[in-house]
């Protein structure tokens, strides 16, 4: 199944490309059209075994065929040099430019800048070395300074762009690694920096976006993977701690504007299935980092209209919806967002929480009661879920805000509408609900079939009257022959009755 | 087979409607605010009408797959009572809630000067929240009627694109195509238009700009009736094409003008099939379950 790459990518402002490293197992004229296919819009190509060459007799026909085929399914490149065997069979990834005799590496380089140029491709990114035994790191940094001058030199000359990739356990391992070298290089143009988010839960101080965001407008090319904390082992999506989104909104909102390619290098054996599931991982990524930033923007933007004019905080507070998505904020566990409600009830919550802190209390409990009597069913359980906020960010609450959140909860238990009677039993209702109205809210999900994840602090308050409740609930069932649901067992079998009232 | 219907009364109707008409391919409705058969007597009971449009009544098409939209307006035969008059102030707050896709119904009833006020004051609102319009053409005098009402239309300045007339039939659909509106028919068991006079005007006037609806109320009428339209039109040679135009994609064009369709399939309701009613479905006054 191809990917729909317009609905996808168009607003992105960089290239999701794919690296080939990852593709070993595919000639790369039957790679590219492929990758096209699934919706990719560029490749990361890595020189060496098995597609290319660099030291090849015939490498000017083998870079124009090249060309050609991603001319013809318009990728974007750029060029990888991470190879592990191409200048020592015995030895992976040496000598490298930390190595006292680094001669093959620096030729290797140099031809690597020249096939960027061939290919027209946006960068050449490499990456520094592992010291060896016996060297100093001052050594290796020196031997590094005086190399990467000669590098920078050549590559300007054929205006290529070098890019500095840091790698965990290497000379430069940061961001700021890569930052140090480039000043006492003299900050020239064409040295900018590869940042893979992969790398960055391992060994960035500021994780994915930090990194990303202390790169800023040198960030010349960019990996993405997923990865765990502890391991240097790059995962396909979903398998390690990378914040996917996170990485992507922190990329739109630096508008980068280059390739953020894939890197599996060991899954080439599963990589048509891998290229779709990532993309389609990256797509979803997208979209949940698009309506992230419409929450935060949404905020901002209310709290200062309101500052400017509160008059206008009923209509903000209805138009939420029309920047903020209406959709689960936990749609694998809640797809209805009946449990946890919508993106669209948080981001007018938080708006409740953040007008707590500069309004006069008196005038927010009349605003709330307002917002929640004049508000359609999702306003309200932002009112609800706002109340919510501020018991669990632990804020004192005056009687008076008490007294309307207890109104406008009573109202809301009254309803036969689910998504409003979860809201009302969350951290305001565990706090402030009487034992008796607590007890019946819980009985009332049950009785509707929503789930009692629902309910804050279930096992705080659950008593033996509630309890009993359930079992009664339960025989009525029986005797109509109906099936119990799962959930009343939460409430008969806590510890906290059923053993006390068997001993006692 | 996908129904949009862009007019249908659902409070009056019961969930064994809803649960026929998800099985009839219908997956989204709009229903116009009107009166209640009784009159109302004050603002309030128009407050909890629209809430209900709002709250209940789309939590309750939720529960059986059924995306719900409304229409607000104060209906023109109410306009004629000064104890309803006043919610024309409550209205500009609701035009903005989500899920609010026009005006309306407006228009006239008995086209006095009351209805005369009420209509061209919503039809300003329209235009300051940038929202379509559903226009009502009278059951009497419906020729006279539809010729004032397009006239006040067109001097209100809101674009002809906008305005959707409905209930109409041979009689009037002509000055309506004209004026560069969309067409609404009401497709009812004995008055209004049937199934087969609806067939012969899509033959004689194509299906653009044509909106077919069973505006199924608590009266004589027939939720199903878009169905048995499609059906007909299918019968007299009409493509899968030609129906989804009328049937779907019309009704969408017209109401996306607002920005406030959802058409998305309600979670549970991906397939065609409804979800299996023993599991966890049974035993209130509605369906339950976490499927809202």
């Known amino acids: ?504 | 087979m996908r129904i949009f219907d862009p007019h249908i009364h659902m409070t009056s109707r019961t969930t064994n409607d809803y649960e026929a008409m998800f099985a009839s391919g219908v997956r989204a409705v709009v229903e116009p605010a009107f009166w209640l058969g009784q009159p109302r007597t004050s603002v309030a009971s128009y407050l909890d009408y629209f809430d209900s449009l709002l709250g209940w009544e789309r939590f309750r098409a939720a529960q059986f797959g059924i995306r719900h939209h409304a229409t607000i307006a104060l209906n023109p035969k109410e306009a004629n009572d000064p104890r309803c008059v006043p919610v024309l102030e409550e209205i500009p707050r609701y035009l903005v809630k989500d899920g609010v896709v026009a005006v309306g119904e407006i228009g006239y009833d008995s086209m006095t000067p009351a209805e005369d006020h009420a209509f061209a004051s919503q039809l300003q609102m329209a235009r300051e929240y940038q929202l379509p319009v559903l226009v009502h053409t009278p059951h009497r005098e419906k020729l006279a009627g539809t010729r004032r009402t397009l006239d006040v239309v067109r001097e209100s300045g809101i674009a002809a694109e906008f305005v959707l007339v409905d209930h109409l039939n041979e009689t009037n659909i002509e000055m309506v195509k004209d004026a560069g509106s969309w067409m609404g028919f009401s497709i009812y068991p004995d008055t209004k238009m049937d199934e087969a006079r609806m067939v012969a005007l899509l033959k004689r006037y194509g299906t653009e700009r044509i909106l077919v609806n069973s505006a199924a109320d608590w009266g004589r009428s027939d939720p199903l009736k878009t169905r048995k339209t499609a059906d007909c039109m299918l019968a007299a040679g009409f493509s899968d094409d030609d129906v989804d135009q009328v049937l779907w994609r019309n009704p969408v064009a017209f109401y996306a003008q607002s920005q406030q369709l959802i058409l998305d399939p309600i979670p549970g309701f991906e397939s065609d099939r409804f979800p299996d009613p023993t599991a966890g479905f049974e035993g209130n006054s509605v369906l339950r379950g976490e499927r809202v």
């Not at chain 1, 960068?123 to 300074?145: A, Q, R, Y």
Request: net charge negative; aromatic share 6%.
């Open chain 1, 1 to 504: 199944m191809s990917v729909q790459k317009i609905e996808t990518y168009q607003d992105m402002p960089f290239a999701v490309g794919y690296g080939t490293n990852g593709w070993a197992d595919h000639p790369l004229p039957v790679a590219i059209p492929l990758l096209a296919e699934q919706g990719y819009t560029a490749i990361a190509l890595t020189l060496g075994h098995p597609h290319i060459d660099p030291f090849a007799q015939d490498l000017t026909s083998q870079l124009a065929e090249i060309r050609t085929l991603l001319e013809r399914y318009q990728m974007r490149v750029v060029v990888e040099t991470g190879t592990r065997f191409l200048l020592d069979p015995k030895r992976k990834h040496r000598p490298t430019l930390v190595d006292q005799e680094a001669e093959a590496r620096m030729n290797f380089l140099r031809r690597a800048i020249d096939i960027a140029r061939a290919l027209d491709a946006e960068c050449v990114s490499f990456f520094s070395g592992v010291i060896p035994e016996g060297t100093k790191s001052s050594e290796g940094w020196d031997l590094l300074v005086k190399r990467l001058a000669d590098l920078v030199i050549y590559a300007a000359e054929r205006e290529v762009r070098l890019s500095l990739e840091p790698e965990p356990g290497m000379l430069v391992e940061t961001v700021a690694d890569a930052l140090r070298l480039r000043s006492e290089l003299g900050d020239p143009d064409a040295l900018g920096i590869t940042v893979d988010i992969g790398h960055c839960v391992v060994v960035e101080p500021g994780g994915v976006q930090g990194a990303l965001q202390q790169a800023g407008a040198l960030l010349a090319n960019v990996q993405l993977d997923d990865m765990l904390a502890h391991a240097h082992e790059h995962l396909p999506f979903g398998q390690g701690i990378v914040d996917l989104p996170q990485a992507l909104s922190t990329l739109a909102e630096m508008n980068y504007q280059g390739v953020a390619a894939v890197e599996l290098p060991r899954h080439s054996w599963d990589a048509p299935a891998l290229a779709e599931s990532s993309l389609r991982a990256i797509s979803q990524a997208w979209s949940e980092a698009k309506t992230q930033s419409a929450h935060g923007r949404w905020l901002s933007d209310a709290l200062a209209a309101i500052a400017n004019d509160p008059r206008c905080l009923p209509q903000i507070f209805a138009l939420a919806g029309r920047t903020v998505a209406r959709t689960p904020i936990n749609a694998q566990a809640d797809p209805t967002g009946v449990i946890f409600g919508m993106r669209v009830d948080h981001a007018r919550a938080d708006l409740i929480a953040e007008l707590f802190t500069v309004q006069d209390p008196e005038a927010l409990a009349q605003h709330l009661r307002d917002l929640y009597y004049r508000g359609d069913s999702a306003e309200r359980r932002g009112v609800l879920r706002g109340l919510n906020k501020l018991v669990d960010s632990g804020r004192q609450l005056e009687d008076r805000m008490i007294n309307t959140g207890l109104e406008i909860t009573g109202d809301a238990l009254r309803t036969n509408e689910t998504s409003l009677v979860a809201a009302a039993v969350g951290a305001f209702g565990a706090a402030h609900l009487d034992q008796h109205a607590w007890r019946h809210a819980v009985l009332k999900l049950v009785f509707m079939g929503v789930s009692l994840r629902a309910v804050q602090d279930l096992h705080v308050r659950a008593d033996e009257e509630l309890a009993r409740m359930a079992k009664d609930f339960a025989a009525e069932r029986r005797a109509a022959n109906r099936s119990i649901p799962e959930d009343v067992a939460l409430l008969t079998e806590l510890p906290i009755y059923s053993e006390r009232s068997d001993e006692g």
